[in-house]
């Protein structure tokens, strides 16, 4: 009796460690697995949590979605982070060139620093290194990145946001095909104002703005302000300076000097006739008008010569005047 009953005892614990192990799954590994049949998770609807220092960090759902850092995913992969480091890191290295690609997607912060929605980086050390690489074809409208920046009033937001540092020649932006803007386009500033294109630079020895054309430089704004057409110098004290012929419509001075009505004021000192002789004589042009190898030196000031013109207009006048009367003397005489 005794035999048997411990015959029977040797059956049932062999037969019970059959199923422990056909229902169970070891720490350390396991073999001889069956993935039709061997799984870890739920055969009910409930979710399926993995747990490290009793903290949910991972959760597959009744509904296949996965989420990391938080219990209730709403898409099919959703990962959420509170924290200061990036969600998700991946990256990819090529030792032999010394490549690296790194991508960080998707950190929430919720206090009051800056959060990075994605970052893509790529270090190399020979090559081209590209951060982002994004295709789109064949249908009617494609675009390669697409990207929503949502502010409220008083804030201010960066659909794509890009920086370029180190020792070499570095882009933030390289386009190699064309460039569409619907609304404004703002370089080193965040302040458009009302304008649809906007330049700042505080620094005064670059240039902020250079325009080609047909390879050659066409308009350049410097650091101070000062704009060139057709050259690259700018002329000392205009702002404006321009290599090759203007024509316009219509063209308006203001003068910062007064208009030489004084020419008719009782205190204004006329040359005589002789003395106007006198100083052609000698200098070969009229006084306080430029002579011309002055002209061919330093150009013409529209404004400063239309004001001598018109003072020696005026003078002429009061000449006029003196034969005039003179003239009546004369005939009055005879």
């Not at 982002?132 to 804030?155: D, E, K, R, W």
Request: proline share 1%; aromatic share 8%; glycine share 10%.
């Amino acid at each position: 009796m005794k035999n048997q009953f411990a015959t029977l005892t040797a059956v049932l614990l062999f037969t019970a460690s059959i199923i422990q192990a056909q229902t169970s799954w070891n720490i350390t590994g396991n073999a001889a697995t069956n993935p039709m049949a061997n799984f870890i998770g739920t055969t009910d609807n409930k979710n399926f949590n993995v747990r490290t220092n009793n903290q949910t960090r991972l959760t597959v759902d009744s509904a296949g979605k996965v989420g990391i850092g938080t219990t209730t995913p709403t898409n099919l992969l959703n990962i959420v982070n509170n924290g200061t480091a990036h969600a998700l890191r991946v990256v990819s290295s090529i030792p032999s060139t010394a490549n690296v690609e790194t991508q960080y997607v998707g950190c929430t912060n919720n206090g009051s620093g800056g959060a990075i929605a994605s970052r893509f980086e790529a270090m190399g050390a020979s090559g081209s290194n590209i951060g982002v690489m994004a295709y789109a074809q064949s249908g009617n409208s494609n675009y390669g990145i697409s990207t929503t920046c949502l502010t409220s009033v008083g804030q201010f937001g960066y659909g794509i946001y890009a920086s370029a540092t180190g020792g070499g020649i570095n882009y933030a932006g390289y386009f190699a095909g064309n460039i569409y803007g619907s609304d404004r386009l703002s370089i080193g500033t965040t302040n458009t104002g009302l304008a649809k294109v906007s330049f700042a630079n505080t620094d005064t020895n670059l240039l902020s703005m250079r325009v080609y054309a047909n390879g050659a430089n066409r308009l350049v704004v410097d650091g101070k302000g000062n704009v060139m057409i057709g050259t690259n110098t700018a002329a000392k004290g205009y702002v404006l300076s321009v290599k090759g012929k203007v024509m316009c419509e219509e063209l308006k001075v203001a003068l910062n000097s007064s208009w030489p009505d004084y020419v008719f004021s009782d205190t204004y000192k006329l040359a005589t006739l002789e003395e106007v002789e006198a100083h052609i004589k000698e200098h070969k042009h009229l006084s306080g008008i430029p002579a011309a190898n002055e002209m061919e030196a330093n150009g013409l000031s529209i404004g400063e010569m239309q004001t001598k013109l018109v003072e020696k207009v005026e003078e002429l006048t009061l000449y006029v005047i003196q034969l005039k009367k003179e003239l009546e003397t004369v005939k009055a005489g005879k």
